[in-house]
């Protein structure tokens, strides 16, 4: 536990450098103890549970948690974030559950209409833009070159996921956002890899084990849907919008990017981790827990 310890806390100063190079805000220097918990039994969520599959797991409280964003990534508060768990399962290294979205039940029917192929677009142009201005505030080449696995809506376990692949000054990474939705909305996970040249089935089945590994709360599931419950004002297409920032209204998108999206609170950082942190440091993990 004491090595677990050291870990986390080595963390602390890859990412506060990392945080200085993206951020016009003073560093916060780390103070508090943290306290990683071996991830060994189901993890109450919002609206569900999460277990661990991997002996090598571990989580920190919502206390912990919360400072250790705020005071070593400089998040302006921890709003938003359910649980963060590292080495949840084979082959990934971080995962972060979103607190729910309540907006209501998203339905699916959408998913075949031409809506969907021009917010994937701009899904693309956003992040070519985004990565753009962080190239020229780093003196990095950060490119956006393509889908490691398109957007991709799974309407029998109520699920849609996509994963992109960028490229750091030569190096390639791989960035995961999925959902599971249920009868009040949908569930964000943010996903990093541990090795950066998964395939694309690798990727999928990724992100298949990690969502398994949530079970909603009884009568929470999507199944569990009745009438006269909240339905979302838009449907998976525009779920999809949202959690790529680019900003749609039911019926087109509207062409409109939100650029800072990627230099702001989580965006930056789930550019960062599989340069910083992960190469630097769970590159070391096996030797050292």
């Known amino acids: 536990m004491q090595q677990l310890k050291t870990f986390l806390r080595e963390q602390v100063f890859f990412l506060t450098i990392a945080f200085v190079s993206f951020s016009t805000q003073p560093a916060i ?4 103890e943290i306290n990683p918990i071996p991830f060994t039994q189901a993890l109450s969520v919002s609206r569900g549970s999460v277990t661990p599959a991997s002996q090598d797991a571990v989580y920190l409280t919502q206390k912990d948690m919360c400072a ?3 005071q070593s990534w400089g998040w302006s508060d ?7 768990i590292w080495g949840q399962i084979p082959g990934v290294d971080t995962t972060i559950v979103e607190t729910p979205n309540s907006a209501g039940y998203v339905t699916f029917e959408d998913w075949e209409g031409e809506d969907k192929e021009a917010v994937i677009r701009d899904i693309e142009d956003n992040l070519r833009v985004g990565l753009r201005a962080q190239a020229e505030a780093t003196g990095s080449d950060i490119a956006f070159t393509g889908w490691s696995v398109y957007p991709t809506l ?7 996921y996509y994963a992109t692949n960028l490229r750091w000054d030569g190096d390639d990474t791989v960035n995961i956002t999925a959902t599971v939705f249920d009868r009040r909305g949908y569930v964000e996970f943010m996903i990093v890899p541990s090795a ?5 089935a690798q990727t999928e089945k990724l992100i298949t084990n990690t969502l398994a590994s949530y079970t909603p709360t009884a009568g929470e599931n999507y ?12 449907g998976a297409v525009g779920v999809l919008a949202a959690l790529a920032g680019v900003q749609y209204s039911k019926g087109a998108a509207t062409g409109l990017m939100a650029v800072l999206l990627l230099i702001l609170k989580k965006a930056w950082f789930v550019l960062l981790l599989p340069f910083i942190w992960l190469k630097s ?6 030797s050292d827990v």
């Open 154 to 160: 799974d309407r029998e376990k109520q699920m849609m």
């Open 68 to 70: 250790y964003v705020t």
């Open 223 to 234: 199944a569990a849907w009745e009438t006269g419950d909240k339905i979302a004002a838009v």
């Open 78 to 84: 921890c709003t938003g974030v359910d649980a963060m």
């Open 29 to 32: 220097v780390w103070a508090q």
């Open 196 to 200: 950066a040249n998964v395939t694309a």
């Open 281 to 286: 440091l769970f590159g070391r993990r096996g």
